[in-house]
C-alpha cells in the first residue's frame, strides 16, 4: 500500500514552504538528519521562466533546500539539462537566484557510475552523485510529453543520467515506446527517491515538455514516497487510463504498481487537460514495423517561419535524421526513431509532430474498438 498526499498550493512562499514543510516531515521518517547527503533532482529542462511552466518552481526547490538544511542535511541540487549549461539553466529560471544565501551545493551530474538493472538493459550509466546520496528528493513539474503522454515523477528520474547517454538511450530503445518506459521505471528503481513532490500548481499541456506545450493551472502539489503510485494518481485526476501512461503499464509488469493507494487530500477532477494525440507507434509482426514507421506514426515537422537555424535539434537528434537547409530543416523519417527530442529540445517552439493522414485514420479505428 502507497499514500499519495494531495494539497491545493499557489506560489506565495508565506503559505508555500508551511505546506510543502509539513508535506516533507509527513514522509521523512527521519532519514534526513545531521550531515546526510541528500540529492534535490528538480525537472530542469532547457532555460526557461517559471511561466513557462517547463522547470520546477524555483520556490518548491527553495523549499527543499531549507527543509534538509534545517535537519542538518547537505543539500546538493543537480540535474542534466537537454538544452544549455546547468548554469544557465539555474540563471534563467529563477532558481540560482532563489537559491541566493543558502548554503547549497549546485552543480550538474558530470560523472556515471554502472547500475545493475537486469535484462534488457542489463547495467546501466547512472549519476554518480544520484546513486551515492544518502536520501534523494525527486521534484518533477507535471508537463504533458509527446512521445510519453505525460513527464511525471518516474520520469524525472531520466535526468539522472548524464549528458549524452540520454539521447544514446533514446536511439538504443528505438521506436519502441514501451521498451523506453520499462527502461525509465527501471532507472527509477535505481535511484529510488525517498520523496517525490509534484508542482503542478502551473502545468504544462498540450505539446510539452519544451516551449511547444502551454501553460495551465491547476493548483495542486502532490507528495508520496512512491512515484509509481503518484503518477497513477495524477492520471486518475486527469482522467487518464491506468494503461494510458506507459511509465505506469511497466510499472505493473514489473510488480512495482501497490495494489493499494491510499490518497490524503481531496484529488480535483480536470476534465479538460490537453494531451498529444498519441498514435500506437508498431504492432504486429516485424517485416511491417519499417511501413508503420514511416507512414503511421507522428513525424516531427518544422515551421519554418520560426525556425532560428540554432542547431538544437540536429545537435540532439539520437539517430542524425535531421538535417538543415536554407529555409528549415530536411528530416529523414527512414532513420527517425519518433522519439520526438528535437521537439522537447527545439528553444523557439518551431517544432510539432504531425500525424500522417493513414496514422490519423489507425488512431480513431483503434480509439473506437
Known amino acids: 500500500m502507497s499514500s499519495v498526499l494531495v494539497r491545493e498550493a499557489a506560489y506565495a512562499y508565506q503559505t508555500l514552504k508551511p505546506l510543502l514543510f509539513d508535506l516533507f516531515s509527513s514522509l521523512d521518517h527521519g532519514a534526513i538528519r545531521k550531515n ?179 501553460p495551465r493551472e491547476l493548483n495542486i502539489v502532490m507528495a508520496s514516497e512512491d512515484a509509481v503510485a503518484l503518477d497513477a494518481v495524477v492520471c486518475r485526476m486527469l482522467g487518464i487510463g491506468g494503461d494510458e501512461l506507459l511509465t505506469n503499464r511497466a510499472a505493473v509488469r514489473m510488480g512495482l504498481m501497490p495494489e493499494k493507494i491510499v490518497i490524503d487530500g481531496e484529488l480535483p477532477v480536470v476534465t479538460d487537460m490537453q494531451f498529444p494525440e498519441m498514435s500506437p507507434l508498431v504492432f504486429g509482426p516485424k517485416r511491417l514495423h519499417g511501413f508503420m514507421r514511416k507512414h503511421l506514426v507522428q513525424r516531427p515537422v518544422c515551421n519554418d517561419s520560426r525556425c532560428r537555424h540554432c542547431g538544437e535539434c540536429w545537435r540532439y537528434c539520437p539517430a542524425k535524421a535531421i538535417e538543415p537547409q536554407i529555409k528549415g530543416l530536411k528530416f529523414d523519417y527512414d532513420k527517425c526513431i519518433r522519439c520526438y527530442c528535437c521537439i522537447e529540445v527545439c528553444p523557439h517552439a518551431a517544432l510539432s509532430a504531425r500525424e500522417t493522414m493513414l496514422g490519423k485514420a489507425v488512431r480513431k479505428t483503434v480509439k473506437k474498438g
Open 36 to 214: 546526510s547527503r541528500v540529492l534535490i533532482k528538480p525537472n530542469l529542462l532547457a532555460p526557461a521562466t517559471p511561466d513557462r511552466a517547463m522547470i520546477t518552481h524555483p520556490l518548491i526547490v527553495r523549499a527543499a533546500v531549507e527543509y534538509v538544511l534545517e535537519r542538518g542535511g547537505l543539500p546538493q541540487v543537480s540535474d542534466s539539462p537537454a538544452i544549455g549549461s546547468f548554469d544557465r539553466v539555474m540563471k534563467e529560471s529563477g532558481i540560482a537566484e532563489a537559491l541566493q544565501g543558502l548554503a547549497v551545493d549546485c552543480r550538474p551530474f558530470t560523472k556515471s557510475v554502472f547500475v545493475t538493472v537486469g535484462p534488457p538493459f542489463q547495467k546501466i550509466e547512472v549519476a554518480a552523485d544520484a546513486m551515492n546520496a544518502d536520501v534523494v528528493i525527486n521534484l518533477p513539474k507535471l508537463k504533458t510529453h509527446t512521445q510519453m503522454l505525460m513527464t511525471l515523477g518516474v520520469k524525472n528520474i531520466f535526468g539522472c543520467i548524464v549528458g549524452t547517454r540520454k539521447p544514446e538511450w533514446h536511439f538504443r530503445t528505438g521506436i519502441d515506446r514501451d521498451k523506453f518506459a520499462e527502461l525509465l521505471v527501471r532507472i527509477y528503481a535505481a535511484v529510488r527517491p525517498a520523496i517525490t513532490i509534484l508542482d503542478g500548481i502551473l502545468a504544462m499541456e498540450g505539446q510539452g515538455p519544451g516551449k511547444g506545450g502551454r
